[in-house]
């Protein structure tokens, strides 16, 4: 208590007229009882003067429920949007999730091994969560982990490949809505078994021989973007690193000295090698179920970081071995994380989420007209697909809700969701933004974008951009503009986006 409150609070009680002491410094008893019963009365008057203030908690303390469920795909299901088919499942794909309860609405955040939801689906996975747990489907905070041998859902697109009987395919629909009732009714079910969440933990570890970017610099200074997620060109792996995030970031939530969930965020694209038919959730899988392992009563989630131009390739050669060393080498950096966290007193959350109005890329190939000429018997099904993502997109934007940039803010920590395969640059800003805070960035949420590059990557020539892509260019500042809004609570003073270098 300052001075000046100790002083207010002392004329409040009574001075003895001779000393000027307050009159509870006084030792009879008459005069004692009676400044302790105004010292009451005052105490009560100025906890109800006390301002409702962002994280004060409303209608009870706070509360955890923890969920999963199995979302892995038939054999015969369309793999990262239609690229190939499941011929076998080499491990099960699951959907992962929380729910932080007791300050205003339910909010839920829940990560899933699938390659991205997109537009229509996305929308339904938010319905049907929400119901589930009581909430606005706004308040759902979803990602995928983008795992190439999984499913990519859009279900506009599957629908526009069906009406005009084409042989690409981009997810079953029964399936689809078969999966997302699943995950529902998990949600619906942990209501049943909260617990009492009185902190959040924060704990970071540098992760060592996983994340190279695409970019690298040749010796004679010419730039180039083949770097992906496995390589053998001996230029590509022996150039640096380029520009990563090099932490995995551990958001943890803890009733008491007792941990209830963990979530690691690290911005790589989570693929070893793929496109053999089979069913994974490939090395992140992997070292998220050896943590889950180990720590068995902690609930264990793992979510991509923002990583469209963030690949495993300097240290990956595609070899199947490679697989397990690079979930050795993610386990170990969350369990570096773990060993770092921090616990911090935590009282309510705030949640925050802004509009991102983007424009549909017009480039040759990618207009409204280009994406209909591809919808032919005679094109390639992947390029039937890829068209029908497109045209799915566009019809978002004339028709649809804008996508949006949520953010569950707890104070010493926020968790924030960007759309589609954003490039780290903005992962970067988003840490620029809140340098006091501890901020957890996940990338992949609505899918619908495709890449989200800088403007630099455009200008550039960024190979990768010949499809996938579907935002035109000055997207950087007005993504970054609404990370901005949703990031920085009222009144602070977020550093200036103007660029995501």
Same mark, same amino acid.
């Given at each position: 208590?300052?001075?000046?409150?100790?002083?207010?609070?002392?004329?409040?009680?009574?001075?003895?007229?001779?000393?000027?002491?307050?009159?509870?410094?006084?030792?009879?008893?008459?005069?004692?009882?009676?400044?302790?019963?105004?010292?009451?009365?005052?105490?009560?008057?100025?906890?109800?003067?006390?301002?409702?203030?962002?994280?004060?908690?409303?209608?009870?303390?706070?509360?955890?429920?923890?969920?999963?469920?199995?979302?892995?795909?038939?054999?015969?299901?369309?793999?990262?949007?239609?690229?190939?088919?499941?011929?076998?499942?080499?491990?099960?794909?699951?959907?992962?999730?929380?729910?932080?309860?007791?300050?205003?609405?339910?909010?839920?955040?829940?990560?899933?091994?699938?390659?991205?939801? @997109? !537009?229509? #689906?996305?929308?339904?996975?938010? +319905?049907? /969560?929400?119901?589930?747990?009581?909430? %606005?489907?706004?308040?759902?905070?979803?990602?995928?982990?983008?795992?190439?041998?999984?499913?990519?859902?859009?279900?506009?697109?599957?629908?526009?490949?069906?009406?005009?009987?084409?042989?690409?395919?981009?997810?079953?629909?029964?399936?689809?809505?078969?999966?997302?009732?699943?995950?529902?009714?998990?949600?619906?079910?942990?209501?049943?078994?909260?617990?009492?969440?009185?902190?959040?933990?924060?704990?970071?570890?540098?992760?060592?021989?996983?994340?190279?970017?695409?970019?690298?610099?040749?010796?004679?200074?010419?730039?180039?973007?083949?770097?992906?997620?496995?390589? @053998? !060109?001996? #230029?590509?792996?022996?150039?640096? +690193?380029? /520009?990563?995030?090099?932490?995995?970031? %551990?958001?943890?939530?803890?009733?008491?000295?007792?941990?209830?969930?963990?979530?690691?965020?690290?911005?790589?694209?989570?693929?070893?090698?793929?496109?053999?038919?089979?069913?994974?959730?490939?090395?992140?899988?992997?070292?998220?179920?050896?943590?889950?392992?180990?720590?068995?009563?902690?609930?264990?989630?793992?979510?991509?970081?923002?990583?469209?131009?963030?690949?495993?390739?300097?240290?990956?050669?595609?070899?199947?071995?490679?697989?397990?060393?690079?979930?050795?080498?993610?386990?170990?950096?969350?369990?570096?994380?773990?060993?770092?966290?921090?616990?911090?007193?935590?009282?309510?959350?705030?949640?925050?989420?802004?509009?991102?109005?983007?424009?549909?890329?017009?480039?040759?190939?990618?207009?409204?007209?280009?994406?209909?000429?591809?919808?032919?018997?005679?094109?390639?099904?992947?390029?039937?697909?890829?068209?029908?993502?497109?045209?799915?997109?566009?019809?978002?934007?004339?028709?649809?809700?804008?996508?949006?940039?949520?953010?569950?803010?707890?104070?010493?920590?926020?968790?924030?969701?960007?759309?589609?395969?954003?490039?780290?640059?903005?992962?970067?800003?988003?840490?620029?933004?809140?340098?006091?805070?501890?901020?957890?960035?996940?990338?992949?949420?609505?899918?619908?974008?495709?890449?989200?590059?800088?403007?630099?990557?455009?200008?550039?020539?960024?190979?990768?951009?010949?499809?996938?892509?579907?935002?035109?260019?000055?997207?950087?500042?007005?993504?970054?503009?609404?990370?901005?809004?949703?990031?920085?609570?009222?009144?602070?003073?977020?550093?200036?986006?103007?660029?995501?270098?």
């Amino acid at each position: 208590m300052g001075a000046a409150r100790r002083g207010w609070l002392g004329d409040y009680l009574g001075r003895d007229a001779s000393t000027g002491s307050p009159l509870w410094c006084k030792h009879s008893v008459r005069d004692t009882m009676a400044a302790m019963g105004r010292l009451i009365l005052a105490l009560i008057l100025c906890l109800a003067a006390v301002p409702e203030v962002g994280f004060a908690t409303q209608g009870g303390a706070l509360r955890l429920a923890v969920f999963t469920a199995d979302v892995t795909p038939p054999i015969g299901h369309g793999m990262m949007g239609g690229s190939w088919l499941a011929k076998s499942i080499n491990d099960p794909l699951e959907a992962n999730g929380l729910i932080v309860l007791g300050d205003g609405q339910p909010v839920v955040f829940v990560s899933v091994d699938w390659c991205e939801i @997109r !537009n229509k #689906a996305f929308m339904r996975w938010q +319905e049907v /969560l929400a119901q589930a747990v009581g909430t %606005t489907p706004e308040r759902v905070l979803l990602t995928t982990i983008h795992q190439h041998d999984a499913p990519v859902a859009d279900l506009e697109a599957e629908q526009i490949l069906r009406s005009r009987k084409l042989a690409g395919t981009v997810c079953d629909l029964d399936f689809h809505e078969r999966a997302v009732q699943a995950v529902g009714r998990a949600a619906a079910a942990s209501l049943s078994a909260t617990q009492p969440l009185t902190h959040v933990g924060t704990g970071q570890a540098r992760v060592e021989r996983i994340a190279s970017n695409r970019r690298y610099t040749l010796p004679d200074g010419s730039v180039r973007f083949d770097r992906m997620s496995s390589t @053998r !060109n001996p #230029a590509a792996i022996a150039a640096d +690193e380029g /520009l990563i995030d090099p932490f995995l970031k %551990t958001l943890s939530f803890w009733s008491g000295e007792v941990p209830l969930a963990a979530v690691s965020f690290y911005a790589v694209h989570p693929m070893s090698y793929y496109g053999q038919g089979e069913v994974s959730a490939d090395f992140p899988g992997i070292a998220r179920r050896m943590r889950q392992q180990e720590t068995p009563a902690v609930k264990q989630i793992y979510a991509t970081g923002c990583s469209g131009n963030i690949v495993a390739g300097k240290y990956n050669t595609g070899a199947r071995e490679n697989r397990t060393e690079l979930a050795q080498r993610l386990h170990d950096g969350m369990a570096a994380a773990w060993h770092d966290t921090r616990r911090h007193p935590i009282e309510g959350y705030q949640f925050r989420s802004a509009a991102l109005r983007i424009e549909p890329r017009s480039d040759p190939g990618f207009t409204a007209d280009g994406l209909e000429h591809a919808l032919r018997d005679e094109t390639d099904p992947f390029r039937q697909c890829l068209a029908a993502m497109g045209l799915s997109w566009r019809r978002r934007l004339a028709s649809g809700p804008p996508i949006r940039i949520p953010v569950l803010d707890l104070g010493v920590a926020q968790l924030a969701v960007l759309p589609g395969e954003a490039y780290v640059e903005f992962q970067l800003a988003a840490q620029r933004m809140r340098p006091d805070s501890f901020v957890c960035v996940a990338g992949y949420g609505d899918g619908a974008t495709g890449y989200i590059p800088t403007e630099q990557h455009f200008a550039e020539g960024d190979a990768n951009l010949g499809d996938w892509c579907w935002v035109a260019r000055g997207s950087q500042s007005r993504l970054l503009d609404a990370l901005s809004e949703a990031l920085v609570a009222s009144g602070g003073k977020p550093q200036s986006p103007a660029d995501a270098r």
